[in-house]
């Protein structure tokens, strides 16, 4: 027998006030374990604690008692139509498994959600849920309660689908777009639906998450932006970009590198700006509404581009080398770290470049030695995380404190994943996908959680 969690409630299902009675709601929640079995089964379990927020109203701390891995937990909503946020966890003196989904509308769904548990500081391999295809080197976005996977299939296999993160259930769209062969593919939101989509097979597009009939959208990118252009989203909210966008940054053109920047907004609508200098195969990350782009030249060097300018702003005193294929991971405000990519024989980069500042100027400077330094690492969208890598199980994090930066072990996962997907939720719970694991892409995916979910 499942865990399983009801929530009873009455819900109008109109824009005012109801006329008549309302309609009863029944949302039901399925907590499983990997194998999508009771968690609390065969384990010394004695308490069950949720935490519930409805919209801006106080949260609930709720608790029931487990006994012999069961229990019953009938929970009153005060709301159906608010966007809603949960934690769990199954405890006992040797017994600890938490969970918690992305935000959701309970309204919005088919009134059933199953949450997968691990313990803290683990990942849990999924056995009951797997891509429609093995995927490496792959695109995947989340976008409200759903991710899109693009890319990184063989031919003739299918090249999107998408994960249901409430129900843990991979499908096919439908209708089920024809793409060609995408080959290995990046992706990046452009807003809450709509995901730029950029191949190295093909051409760009806008994937529209939630419109059926115009899923593929076209985008016309400047010259030279692919697989040595740089790609980032940009938050919305600022007042250049109100509803948020997507950049492209550089890339090359018959061996020569380029300066144009592809601003995508919703709907495809392109705007051109300026690099400071031609970049092939700069990293970007973005800081508030501002994007710090690195590298893509033999000198190594730095520029900004600000909210509303059409042309970067260089960033001094940084003269770094090369590094191919390397990651830099901001804190989102003002500052960021550059990390690992190869020189120029080839040979792995163990030392990093912080970037403090960034707000006003932007200060370069050494950073800490990244030891296990490796290639293919995944650094999921908004996040500090560095997932996997060659032949490699590690997840660890960018740590900033007051004045200093240094790079932590978080937890392992499971398996190798080089060049894996992923999304981490609000909770800081995350979400990893498919990459290579000795040179063949896998199918399957883990949850993770850190020490610590986030509060409500």
Known sequence: MLVRVVWLGLICLCAGACKDDPA??????????????NPAAGTDATT???????????????EYPITDGQFDAVLPFESFVDQTRIRVAIEGPSTDLVTAPSRFVPALTNGLMRVVTTAPRSCTRIGFNFMEAPRASFGMVQSGTFALLVGGAQPMQE???FLDVLEWESRLFDPNPVLSNLGPTRAASVDESQILVLPSDATAFIFDMGD???RIVSVDLHAGAGPRSALVSIPGGGVSIPEGGAMVIGGELGGEAQATVSLVEPDGVVTALQLSEPRSGPVATTLGTDVLVVGGDIVGTAEILRAGSSTGEPVASLTDGIREAAVLVGDGQARALLMGGTDGTGTIRQDTVRFDDCMQGCVAMPGPTWTTARLEVLQPAQSVLLVGGTDSRLVEEVRWSASAVEIGSLLELNGARAAAGGIVLESGAFIVGGGADGGSAQQDFEFCAPDRLAPL
Do not use: K, M
């Not at 009863?24 to 079995?37: C, H, L, Q, R, S």
């Not at 519930?52 to 106080?58: C, L, V, Y």
């Open 159 to 161: 090249q999107a689908e």
């Open 212 to 214: 059926p009939v115009n």
């Open 24 to 37: 009863p709601f029944i949302f039901e929640a399925v907590v499983v374990d990997g194998e999508n079995a």
């Open 48 to 62: 069950f604690r949720v935490g519930i927020q409805e919209g801006n109203r106080p949260t609930q701390e709720l």
